[in-house]
Structure formats: C-alpha cells, structure tokens
T-cell receptor
Framework: GENVEQHPSTLSVQEGDSAVIKCTYS??????FPWYKQELGKRPQLIID?????GEKKDQRIAVTLNKTAKHFSLHITETQPEDSAVYFC????????????FGTGTQLKVEL | NAGVTQTPKFRVLKTGQSMTLLCAQD?????MYWYRQDPGMGLRLIHY???????AKGEVPDGYNVSRLKKQNFLLGLESAAPSQTSVYFC?????????????FGPGTRLTVL
C-alpha cells in the first residue's frame, strides 16, 4: 500500500518568514495530493491540493509543488502570520488504493511574533 | 446545510463497555470514512464505505465495527472498549467521482477509555 512520510514534525518560524513542509510518497501511481490544516481542537480542513498532471499550484500565500520523479511534494507558506499556527497534514491517493487517502503524520507549525 | 456532524462530542467509557459513534452528512456523498487521531500518528483510517450497505477495512480496524444502513449515516461501534482506543475520532465524507475530490471532516469525538 501507499506510505507517506512527512517532515519536519515541528516547525517554528518568525512572523513574516516562509515555512516549508515536505512529504514523500511510495507509490508512483499516486495522482492526488491534498494538504489539510487543523487548528487546535478543530477538524482538518483542505487548504490546497494538486494533481499529478501539474507541477505547482498557488493560492495567495500558499503553494504546493510536486516532483513526480522524486515522489515528493511540498507545502510553501509565505509571509507567515500567527493564524497560520496549526498542524498541517499531507496526504496521497492513487486510483488502485481503494478510494482512500493515506495521510502523513503531521507538522506542528508555530508562527512566533 | 450542516455538512458532516458527529454524535457525541465527548464520551468517557470504562474498559469493557460498548458504544456507538454516529456520523451524519447531508451532502448526498457516496463515500464515508472513520479515522482516529493520536498524537504524533496523524490520521489513521479505521473503516470506510463506498456506498449504502457497503463497508471495508482500513489501516487499523481491529476492535471496531461499522454499518452503513442509510446513505447519510455511518456508524462506528466499539463492542468492548479498551484504553488503547482512547483517541479523537473523525468522520469524513466525499462525493463519488472519477478523480479524487475534497474530503469533508466532521468536528470529531473525543473518547476516553478508563
């Protein structure tokens, strides 16, 4: 089955700096890669996703890049703000995977003033 | 439109007791999922369903059972609770489609087994 590894497990940045979270996946057939943000005590919510036919996708201050050859994808947050503090999860899906996502173990991002 | 809801929000059980967690969605989604979330371990899939009357095992199914008698509801049962089942449980749903699409999560149920 699919295996997703996520690094780092914790990340602390100064407000205004950039943050990068990286994930690797094992199955080359994976074709959909979402990122979820989970604030303390809340439910995970989708913030951005990318499909395997695209190398990069941006939405305001967040972007995701995908390197299919290396089987890794990354979340980039620019001009970080205190409200970006949360746990971020990456995930991967492939068509033969039984209609389910495989999640990474999460990154606790803390944006310090 | 309430989205995905879960009942109850909190529960404390004693070892050996049983309970059922209810997930309901009003978006007419075909697929529904139950996850557990433990510190440092991310979201692990327990069971899932691709339609009314169907269920399938996920990554960590032992000690749990599920039923999907109605399209809008997905029930997670613990027959004999154990302390190792102390966790936060999330339900999720998504539309059927050729390509994967957004998965919507419920607010979670915090379960403590003493």
């Amino acid at each position: 089955g699919e295996n997703v590894e996520q690094h780092p497990s914790t990340l602390s940045v100064q407000e205004g700096d950039s943050a990068v979270i990286k994930c690797t996946y094992s199955d080359s057939a994976s074709n959909y890669f979402p990122w979820y943000k989970q604030e303390l005590g809340k439910r995970p919510q989708l913030i951005i996703d990318i499909r395997s036919n695209v190398g990069e996708k941006k939405d305001q201050r967040i972007a995701v890049t995908l390197n299919k050859t290396a089987k890794h994808f990354s979340l980039h947050i620019t001009e970080t703000q205190p409200e970006d503090s949360a746990v971020y999860f990456c995930a991967a899906y492939y068509t033969g995977g039984g209609n389910k996502l495989t999640f990474g173990t999460g990154t606790q991002l803390k944006v310090e003033l | 439109n309430a989205g995905v809801t879960q009942t109850p929000k909190f529960r404390v059980l004693k070892t050996g007791q049983s309970m059922t967690l209810l997930c309901a969605q009003d978006m007419n989604h075909e697929y529904m999922y139950w996850y557990r979330q433990d510190p440092g371990m991310g979201l692990r899939l327990i069971h899932y369903s691709v339609g009314e009357g169907t269920t399938a095992k996920g990554e960590v199914p032992d000690g749990y059972n599920v039923s999907r008698l109605k399209k809008q509801n997905f029930l997670l049962g613990l027959e004999s609770a154990a302390p190792s089942q102390t966790s936060v449980y999330f339900c999720a749903s998504r539309e059927q489609g050729v390509a994967y699409n957004e998965q919507f999560f419920g607010p979670g149920t915090r379960l403590t087994v003493l």
